[in-house]
């Protein structure tokens, strides 16, 4: 089964969402079958590259909310963080765009190693005081190669801004076509989708769901026809 996951390294409720949701999949009798796949979403695409500015002024820009207002935000979202596990500063941070992000996690899933950088970009974002957006490339090299990236492929990508560009942008049209106008968005095996950080238990009942309506194979063809099998092919005889 797959698990696809459309996110983005700015949203704080998908990081608190990653940590709900593989918390119900480390329970999961199915584990080892379960693919899990992560999608590009960004929530301020036309944000410039260069283009950092604090969250709280950020949010009170974005949403007209006084500072009071989104600082006490900023503290719930740190004690929902905290009740998974996870580190979460409520002060200090910045935003700004993440579509070179989005492009090294495309580089990352060819090499295997998607899962492992978009939880270190969580980490470095959402709980260290170095910026992911204001120190340029160089800082994004250092997580990636955490990740296990090559640093010299790395910089290749980021050089070039057409690399993984349009996959980043596919991702984005796939989840306007799903209905998905906010993230996190979970959809399993293309049949069920999951809005929002819901509790574990939300993704354990649909995990559960998903597992057991997936439809086995429906012949549309009867009869025998020429096939190759583990014994070799068969090779038509003509006397």
């Not at 980043?168 to 095996?189: I, K, S, Y």
Request: net charge negative; glycine share 8%; charged share 30%.
């Amino acid at each position: 089964m797959r698990v696809e996951i459309w996110s983005d390294i700015a949203c704080p409720w998908c990081y608190v969402g990653k940590a709900r949701f593989e918390k119900a999949l480390a329970a999961f009798p199915h584990r080892d079958e379960v693919e899990v796949v992560h999608r590009s979403f960004e929530l301020d695409p036309g944000r410039a590259k260069g283009e950092v500015q604090p969250v709280i002024t950020m949010l009170t820009r974005k949403y007209g909310m006084s500072e009071a207002q989104a600082q006490a935000g900023e503290d719930n979202l740190g004690a929902q963080a905290a009740a998974e596990g996870l580190d979460y500063r409520t002060r200090d941070r910045d935003h700004g765009n993440t579509f070179d992000m989005h492009r090294l996690l495309h580089l990352a899933k060819e090499h295997g190693r998607q899962d492992e950088l978009i939880q270190i970009l969580y980490r470095a974002n959402f709980a260290e005081e170095r910026s992911v957006f204001a120190e340029g490339d160089d800082r994004l090299v250092e997580l990636a190669v955490e990740a296990g990236l090559d640093a010299a492929t790395v910089r290749k990508v980021l050089a070039d801004p057409l690399a993984y560009a349009e996959a980043v942008r596919a991702d984005e049209r796939e989840a306007a076509q799903l209905g998905a106008n906010g993230v996190p968005f979970f959809v399993l095996d293309r049949t069920y989708g999951v809005s929002g950080a819901q509790p574990a238990e939300v993704f354990t009942q649909a995990l559960a769901q998903a597992w057991g309506e997936r439809s086995p194979l429906k012949p549309v063809a009867q009869g025998d026809a020429e096939a190759c099998g583990p014994d070799g092919c068969a090779v038509p005889r003509h006397d």
